[in-house]
């Protein structure tokens, strides 16, 4: 089955550009998504189709998508940006979601 | 607005089983795809299953086949999915998400979720 690999965790300091990578067999071959979740709260949608962002998500946040990596970027984080990111790409008829990484703006 | 409503979690014993529903409004349901997506407590999100938007297809993670059933009643604008065979494993907020298509699928909408909890 097919996997998507991100890191446990990313610090960033307020301001400064934070960059979350998935990684998975020829993703660059698939569409990557990106959701953002806080705590208790539902995922949100962020990114989708590599790098285009939903009505209301903020400038700050883009994406890219190639080789076999996926690349969340969030320029100028803010202390509200803190939150855990999901990737996720279709195999198939099944979604992947890659394992989260908890992003900390400290 | 799209707004989706998860119904249905509870605690249930190890090998019982449950019901969620998800009340769908603010579009038109019938023509969308549709998702379950869980979250066991402090994880990460899991996919459980999809259905097509006349219900024709349904695709579920291999932990759950045979167990769970995905379903839709496009009349009443709801999803469900049947439990059946609960294990402790299977405890988490589940969500319901409406799937877009826009080149390639997303989920576009999520639901607050619903909390199920497998427990004797």
């Known amino acids: 089955s097919y996997e998507l690999t991100q890191p446990p965790s990313v610090s960033v300091s307020p301001g400064q550009t934070a960059s979350i990578t998935c990684s998975g067999d020829n993703l660059g071959e698939k569409y990557a998504c990106w959701y953002q979740q806080k705590p208790g709260q539902s995922p949100v949608l962020v990114i989708y189709l590599d790098s285009k962002r939903p009505s209301g998500i903020p400038y700050r946040f883009s994406g890219s998508n190639s080789g076999n990596t996926a690349t969340l970027t969030i320029s100028g984080t803010q202390a509200m940006d803190e939150a855990d990111y999901y990737c996720?790409?279709?195999?198939?008829?099944?979604?992947?979601f890659g394992g989260g990484t908890k992003l900390t703006v400290l | 607005e799209v707004q989706l409503v998860e119904s249905g979690g509870g605690l249930v014993q190890p090998g019982g089983s449950l019901r969620l529903s998800c009340a769908a409004s603010g579009f038109t349901f019938s023509m969308y795809r549709m998702s379950w997506v869980r979250q066991a407590p402090g994880k990460g999100l899991e996919w459980v299953a999809n259905?097509?938007?006349?219900?024709?297809?349904?695709d579920y993670v291999d932990s759950v086949k045979g167990r769970f059933t995905i379903s839709r009643d496009n009349a009443k604008n709801s999803m469900y999915l049947q439990m059946n065979s609960l294990r402790a494993e299977d405890t988490a907020v589940y969500y319901c998400?409406?799937?877009?298509?826009?080149?390639?699928?997303?989920?576009?909408?999520w639901g607050q979720g619903t909390l199920v909890t497998v427990s004797s």
């Open positions: 259905i097509k938007e006349d219900g024709s297809e349904k």
């Open positions: 996720q790409a279709w195999d198939t008829s099944t979604v992947v």
């Open positions: 998400a409406r799937i877009v298509v826009v080149t390639a699928k997303l989920l576009d909408h």
